[in-house]
């Protein structure tokens, strides 16, 4: 069976630093691997997908996530954070031969401090 | 619609009576999800309806629990003589089928307290 762990449950970060946020799953077979994003008070929308090819994948806002296989990882990463990138971000992983469910982690607030 | 729908956005109920949350999917999207999030939790995956076929029940806590979807689109997640531990946010998501790998579309969620 499927699952993720995302091993911070609070991330706070100065305005302007970098931030990684910590993703390992847990798979026999081979995966497809999800960030969402929560804003306070909105819905989860979709940051970036890992599906297939290259393993360097990267979002509209300058977040970035790099599956690794060997380490069974998926951190997500930002050189230098903004305002309003203060959220919740979800990572997630369904195995890929027709499971359509998606395992959800605990989630890692994000805190940017100006 | 342009996207997943749900209602009501905020319910409270007392202890022990029955509650109705609904879902509208995107239109075309034949898969459709419920999830709970609770605080500190993350999301728990309820249930998952595909087209036709048998609905995959294993996330549902307790036989207090049951969804229905009605003509392959709108679902109903009824939870019956509600607890307090039943408080949470319960999403709502739809994909199209076979297309996981472009994610699901989430509603807002419905905010559930049992007080």
């Known amino acids: 069976a499927q699952s993720v762990t995302q091993l911070d449950s609070q991330v706070p970060v100065f305005e302007e630093a970098p931030v990684e946020l910590r993703c390992n799953y847990s798979?026999?077979?081979?995966?497809?691997l999800f960030w969402y994003v929560q804003y306070p008070n909105q819905g989860l929308q979709l940051l970036l997908k890992?599906?297939?090819?290259?393993?360097l994948v990267e979002s509209i806002n300058g977040f970035e996530a790099e599956f690794n296989k060997s380490q069974t990882s998926f951190h997500l990463r930002k050189p230098s954070v903004h305002i309003s990138d203060t959220a919740e971000y979800f990572c997630?992983?369904?195995?890929?031969?027709?499971?359509?469910?998606?395992?959800f982690g605990t989630g890692t607030r994000l805190t940017i401090i100006p | 619609g342009a996207g997943v729908s749900q209602s009501p956005s905020n319910k409270v109920t007392e202890k022990g009576k029955d509650v109705e949350l609904r879902c509208d999917p995107i239109?075309?999207?034949?898969?459709l999800y419920w999830y709970r999030q609770s605080l500190g939790q993350g999301l728990e995956f309820l249930i998952y309806?595909?087209?036709?076929?048998?609905?995959?029940k294993s996330g549902l806590p307790s036989d207090r629990f049951s969804a229905e979807r009605t003509g392959g689109s709108v679902s109903t997640l009824t939870i019956q003589r509600t607890q307090q531990e039943d408080s949470a946010v319960y999403l709502c998501?739809?994909?199209?089928?076979?297309?996981?790998?472009?994610?699901?579309?989430f509603g807002s969620g419905t905010r559930l307290t049992v007080v």
């Open positions: 998501a739809s994909s199209l089928s076979g297309q996981l790998r472009y994610g699901y579309t």
């Open positions: 798979s026999s077979v081979s995966v497809y």
């Open positions: 890992y599906l297939s090819g290259s393993t």
């Open positions: 997630a992983v369904s195995e890929d031969f027709g499971n359509e469910k998606l395992t």
């Open positions: 239109s075309g999207h034949t898969a």
């Open positions: 309806f595909q087209g036709n076929s048998a609905p995959d």
